[in-house]
């Protein structure tokens, strides 16, 4: 296989198709990302942005379409083959493992990059999440949400993945914690991860993604700088209005 072109995104969904049973939930659905590129993908609930994601990271494979990561196709690939590959899945639900240590959960999470690369350590990680060093040793399951959302992430991040998906990351959290969450992860933008953020809450993304996709019933309806979406007042009432 050749390799891609320097200047290929990292990340590229093209003309996807997604279907639950007999119902079809995501249309023709295409993005690209790359490196360093923060995107927003928003939309309200049920539009589709979670199954986006789910189609990224190989849990609901498409019927049509392409998915590849640094050029290579991942639609036909487990989830666990795509996670090798170079992407990073944080869930809604925060699926942290309750019996086990903060520190146990990250080291579970570790592994090299897809390109051999160990970037993030406990070391470093401890270093970004300051409030998981002093709670090492504690079990997972009795953290609050917003510390178990960090954990995740953190978790994830020991991955090394090339791109970091976050399914609604403010979901179900307290406005000071929402506020927190959102701070970390601008600091991830800061440190050039690349991320896909799927969100209903558009505030929350505009301090932290370069880009934005709007999704709506299962379609891609808009996609623009972050700039773009703030200045469009037609798009934000017609879609992301709640």
């Known amino acids: 296989m050749s390799a891609p072109a320097a200047d290929a995104p990292i990340l590229s969904v093209a003309n996807i198709d997604v279907f639950y049973g007999a119902s079809q939930i995501l249309f ?4 690209d990302v790359e490196r360093g590129q923060s995107l927003a993908l928003l939309g309200r609930n049920g539009a589709g942005k979670s199954t986006t994601m789910k189609a990224i990271i190989g849990l609901a494979p498409p019927r049509a379409g392409t998915i590849k990561v640094r050029g290579q196709e991942m639609q036909r690939r487990s989830a666990d083959q795509i996670a090798r590959a170079g992407i990073g899945f944080v869930p809604e639900d925060r699926q942290v493992f309750p019996e086990h240590s903060v520190e146990d959960n990250l080291l579970i999470g570790a592994k090299k990059s897809a390109e051999g690369r160990s970037d993030w350590t406990t070391a470093r990680i401890y270093d970004v999440f300051p409030i998981l060093a002093g709670m090492r040793g504690r079990m ?3 953290l609050s949400g917003g510390e178990q959302q960090m954990l995740t992430i953190a978790r994830t991040l020991m991955g090394n993945p090339d791109v970091l998906l976050l399914d609604e990351p403010s979901e179900g959290l307290a406005p000071i914690i929402v506020e927190k969450i959102g701070e970390l992860v601008k600091q991830l933008r800061q440190m050039n991860v690349t991320l896909i953020v799927a969100e209903q809450n558009m505030h929350f993304c505009l301090d932290i993604a370069s880009h934005v996709a709007v ?4 379609h891609i309806v808009y996609r623009d700088s972050i700039e773009g979406l703030t200045a469009n007042d037609e798009v934000k009432r017609r879609y992301l209005a709640v």
């Not at 023709?28 to 993005?31: I, Q, T």
């Open 28 to 31: 023709g659905v295409s993005l």
């Open 140 to 142: 997972a399951g009795r």
């Open 215 to 218: 999704i709506d019933k299962g």
